[in-house]
């Protein structure tokens, strides 16, 4: 199955190449829509999803789609995008995950990808929670997962920057999601948050990908990721 992932658009809506599934880990939004900060009018952040977004996801050459929030995408926490679940909508147009599965087929071979959009808590930002809330969401996570997609990366995965708190340089991902990880055995984790932790790192053989396309400046530097799944489960 070939995969395209992405995270950390903050507005960027960057050309998606031919794939099976379309993921995207959070952060789509930008911070400001004209006069408007998405934290204080969630729901002009969400009007320009709706203007910018949808009709660029309904060009995107992708069989399957699915997105998830991250901490700027205020809209996705304070505004209602109930027909975007996977109970009411189709994977072959968009299907928005909170917390939750949803199953894509491509070539006769099925998937499951389980969504979170939540992060750390630092400052005063969209889908934050404390460790300790942290570890009882990720225990949720069921072990038929395939596709893990998170906002924010496993502890000591894709995760070095500086941190919030100390400002000093060092791994910021959350050890709850990394203990997740070991006990649900994903065929594959996507993630972002950490713009410098674009890239792959692997963890007890399971492939971690952070698929930020800008940089701290929130400038488009990279290509989203291209991924060829070929470990999943079959129909039949």
């Given at each position: 199955m070939r995969i395209v992932a992405l995270s950390d658009q903050h507005g960027q809506l960057p050309e998606i190449p031919l794939c099976d599934l379309l993921i995207i880990a959070g952060d789509v939004c930008p911070d400001r829509i004209g006069p408007f900060l998405?934290?204080?009018?969630p729901e002009q952040q969400k009007s320009w999803f709706v203007r910018q977004v949808r009709p660029w996801l309904a060009a995107a050459p992708a069989t399957h789609k699915i997105l998830t929030w991250g901490n700027h995408d205020w809209c996705g926490?304070?505004?209602s995008?109930?027909?975007?679940?996977?109970?009411?909508?189709s994977t072959t147009?968009?299907?928005?995950?909170?917390?939750?599965?949803?199953?894509?087929v491509a070539d006769d071979e099925?998937?499951?990808i389980w969504a979170t959009p939540w992060s750390n808590q630092f400052m005063d930002w969209a889908f934050m929670k404390a460790p300790e809330e942290l570890e009882a969401v990720y225990a949720e996570?069921?072990?038929?997962?395939?596709?893990?997609?998170?906002?924010?990366?496993?502890?000591?995965?894709?995760?070095w920057t500086f941190d919030a708190h100390s400002g000093?340089?060092?791994h910021v991902g959350s050890r709850e999601l990394l203990t997740a990880i070991e006990r649900v055995q994903p065929t594959l984790v996507i993630c972002g948050h950490i713009h410098n932790g674009y890239g792959r790192s692997e963890h007890r053989g399971i492939p971690?990908?952070?698929?930020?396309?800008?940089?701290?400046?929130y400038r488009l530097v990279h290509h989203p990721t291209l991924i060829e799944l070929t470990r999943g489960r079959q129909i039949g």
């Open positions: 998405g934290m204080h009018s926490q304070l505004c995008f109930r027909h975007d679940s996977p109970s009411e909508a147009d968009l299907q928005i995950l909170v917390d939750e599965a949803t199953t894509v099925s998937i499951t996570i069921p072990k038929s997962v395939d596709v893990l997609v998170s906002h924010q990366p496993p502890y000591g995965h894709c995760d000093r340089p060092g971690i990908y952070n698929v930020s396309v800008v940089d701290e400046e």
